[in-house]
C-alpha cells in the first residue's frame, strides 16, 4: 500500500495541481492521431453520424484506463505486478500483445508529426528523415529529462491545444447546417465499402490504445517519487483518480470537438495520403474558422500536441518493456536494490529497439499515412479485450484493499466492457473473412 494511504493528504485544489499529471501524460498521448486525424476524418466523411460511436468507445474503455492509475496508487506498485500475480502467463502475454503493436504505433504517431513539421518548418526532406530526426530527438529529450520534462511538456502542449480548439470548435459551429445534420449512420454508410473498417481504426485509438492504461500505472508511480524526492507524499488514491477522470473527460471532450470541425469545414474532402498533404489540410481547417492569422499559429500547436503523443509513446513502450523484463524475473515487492541500474539498460535497448522497428515499417508507408494509421489503429482495437480482461484481473486482486477494489456497478460496468469489446472484434475479423 501507498504511503498516501496511510496518511493521505488533504484533497484540496493546490494538492491536485501538484499532483497533475499521470492524466495529462495520458490527454498527451490520446490527443494525437486518435483525435487530429480519426476523428477529423469520422467529421469529414460522415457528418455527425458517428458522435455516437466515439462516445461508445470512450465509455466502452473507461474501465481499463481507470485500473491503470487505481491500482498504483492503491497497491503502490504497478499494474504489470498485477499481471504477475495472474500469473508469468499474463506477462508474456501482454509482451506479445505490445510486440505485435508497438512497431506500427510508433511509426503512425511519428509519420503524423513529420508531416506537420514539414508544413510548418517548409522542410524539403521526406517523411522517412523527418521521422528519423524527431525520433532522436525524443531520444535525447528523455535521455536528458525522463518523467520530468516528460511531463512538463505535456502540461503546456496539452493546455495549448485544448485552448485553441475549443476556440476554434466555437467558431466552426456556426458553420454547420444543423437542419441536414444526421447523428446516426444511415443504410447508405453503413453499406458504404470501407466504413467497418473505417469503424475499427476510430475505435481502435479511441482515446487511446488499451496498453496505455499499464504507462499510466508506471506514470503515477514515477509521480509519487517525484513527490517524495520534494519533500510531499505521495498523491493518494482519490487524488490520482481526480487527475484521471480530468484526462479521460477532456480527451472525450476534444474527440468531439475535432469530429465537430471536420463536419463543420472539411465534409465531402477526400484526405491526402501523403502526411504533409494531410497537415496542410489540417491547418487549413483551423484557419478557415479562426481566419489566416491563425494558421502558424495553429499548425504549431497541432504539431506540438503530436509532438507530445510521439513523446510519450517513446518513453511508454520502453519504460513498459523494462518493467516487464523485471517482473518476469522477480516481483516488483521484492525488488533489489540494483534493479535500476537494469532497469534503465533494458530501457534504452527497448528503445533502440523500438525506434529501428518504427523506421523500418515507415520505409513501406511512408508516403501512405492513411493505410499506416489503419493498420495501428486496427492491430489496437483487436487487442484492447485481451488488454481489458488483464486490468480488470488485476484490479480486483487479492492485493488491493478492500476498500479500493471497484463498486459492484464498476465490476459489472467492467465486464460488460469486456464482452463487448470481445463481440465486436470478432464480428470485425468475420466481415473481413468473407469480405470479397
Not at 479511441?206 to 509519487?224: F, I, Y
Not at 498523491?235 to 487527475?243: E, T, V, W, Y
Request: one cysteine or more.
Amino acid at each position: 500500500m501507498t504511503d498516501s494511504a496511510v496518511a493521505p493528504p488533504a484533497l484540496t485544489w493546490r494538492t491536485f495541481f501538484r499532483a497533475l499529471g499521470p492524466g495529462i501524460l495520458f490527454a498527451g498521448a490520446a490527443v494525437g492521431v486518435s483525435h487530429l486525424v480519426q476523428s477529423t476524418r469520422a467529421g469529414a466523411e460522415y457528418g455527425f453520424a458517428f458522435v455516437g460511436v466515439v462516445l461508445l468507445a470512450n465509455l466502452l474503455k473507461y474501465p481499463a484506463f481507470r485500473f491503470g492509475p487505481e491500482y498504483a496508487a492503491a497497491t503502490g506498485t504497478s499494474l504489470l505486478e498485477g499481471y504477475r500475480k495472474q500469473g508469468r502467463w499474463a506477462l508474456w502475454l501482454y509482451g506479445l500483445v505490445t510486440l505485435l503493436t508497438m512497431f506500427g504505433v510508433q511509426a503512425a504517431v511519428t509519420l503524423v508529426t513529420a508531416g506537420l513539421a514539414i508544413h510548418l518548418f517548409g522542410l524539403s526532406m521526406g517523411p522517412l528523415w523527418v521521422s528519423v530526426l524527431l525520433t532522436l530527438a525524443c531520444v535525447v529529450l528523455l535521455g536528458f529529462g525522463r518523467y520530468r520534462w516528460l511531463e512538463r511538456v505535456g502540461k503546456v502542449v496539452v493546455v495549448t491545444l485544448t485552448l485553441t480548439t475549443l476556440a476554434a470548435t466555437a467558431l466552426a459551429l456556426r458553420h454547420v447546417q444543423w437542419g441536414d445534420a444526421q447523428f446516426y449512420p444511415s443504410r447508405e454508410m453503413i453499406e458504404r465499402p470501407g466504413t467497418w473498417l473505417f469503424l475499427a481504426a476510430l475505435i481502435g485509438w479511441m482515446p487511446s490504445a488499451v496498453d496505455v492504461a499499464v504507462w499510466q500505472s508506471l506514470w503515477t508511480l514515477e509521480r509519487a517519487k517525484v513527490a517524495r524526492a520534494n519533500g510531499e507524499p505521495a498523491p493518494s488514491r482519490a487524488i490520482a483518480l481526480l487527475d484521471f477522470h480530468v484526462g479521460y473527460g477532456g480527451t472525450t471532450f476534444l474527440a468531439i470537438c475535432f469530429l465537430t470541425l471536420g463536419a463543420a469545414v472539411m465534409q465531402g474532402q477526400t484526405f491526402e495520403a501523403s502526411p504533409h498533404g494531410f497537415a496542410a489540410q489540417l491547418v487549413n481547417l483551423y484557419g478557415q474558422t479562426l481566419g489566416d492569422w491563425s494558421r502558424p499559429l495553429l499548425a504549431l500547436c497541432a504539431f506540438m500536441v503530436m509532438l507530445s503523443t510521439t513523446l510519450t509513446v517513446v518513453d511508454g513502450f520502453p519504460r513498459a518493456l523494462s518493467v516487464l523484463s523485471q517482473r518476469i524475473k522477480r516481483s516488483e515487492l521484492s525488488a533489489t536494490p540494483d534493479e535500476q541500474g537494469v532497469a534503465d539498460k533494458t530501457y534504452w535497448a527497448a528503445l533502440v529497439l523500438l525506434a529501428v522497428g518504427a523506421l523500418t515499417l515507415l520505409g513501406s508507408f511512408s508516403d501512405r499515412m492513411p493505410a499506416m494509421v489503419n493498420l495501428a489503429t486496427t492491430a489496437s482495437f483487436l487487442t484492447a479485450p485481451v488488454l481489458s480482461w488483464l486490468n480488470h484481473r488485476a484490479m480486483h486482486g487479492d492485493e488491493v484493499p478492500t476498500a479500493d477494489r471497484p463498486r459492484r456497478w464498476l465490476t459489472v460496468f467492467s465486464w460488460v466492457t469486456i464482452v463487448a469489446q470481445l463481440v465486436f472484434a470478432l464480428f470485425y475479423l468475420w466481415l473481413r473473412s468473407t469480405a470479397p
